[in-house]
């Protein structure tokens, strides 16, 4: 893999991680042959440990999930170990994902690997100079996440940038081409970060820095008296 020689730095790129032969099959598995939940907009599956949309680490209360066979010529190593946490997601025209980090304390690098159709997803960083509203703090860079391509993300863009998918029907792309949005598939993969410690020092977004300094984490699910975070933390799920 090699770095993108972009802002955030730490995102590292592979295409053509499959075949289109392959991707098809697999897509072919996904939409004929898995069971996936009852509802609109994006919806998961998980393999290996669960992922908890309201911690964004890793849920307890979950047995480990054995890697299916369509997904065991799928799995990158890290030094030689596999991931401990698993997540097949399909994303309909028009679904997205909220901004947000994975728990820094329970996760050490991610992997994500793009099927289907492509699309943009947004990196942002927040700046501490200026009186600007908040909108005009945020530094933000869009990725263009192509079918078959395998992206890590590590440092920088793992650490201190959020990362999301805008809910919309369409992508704009560099040079002015609007793009329609079609069905897409992601598997994400995740290593448990052993200790469960992070050092990064980010107060903003770290749970272990604001847990040194005696912060309490802003969860989303938390926040149900504003606006529909409960909603999309239950199509999330």
Known sequence: MEELPIQPHGLFWQNNFITSEHEARLINIFQ???VWPERSGRLSLH???TFDYKTFGVDPNVPFKEFPNWLASLIPTREGRPPDQVCLQHYPPGAGIPPHVDTHS?????YA???GAPVMMQFARSSDSGNQDESEKKEVVE???TPRSMMQMSGDSRLHWTHGIKKRKTDKLPDGTVRGREDRWSITYRWVREPAVCDCGNAKLCDTAQMELG???ELRWKKAGEGTTVGLLQKAE
Do not use: F, K
């Open 113 to 115: 690997l793009s099927l």
């Open 143 to 145: 990725v263009d996440l």
């Open 47 to 49: 393999y290996g440990y």
């Open 215 to 217: 912060i309490e984490r």
């Open 106 to 110: 329970a996760y050490d690098q991610l």
């Open 32 to 34: 004929n042959e898995l």
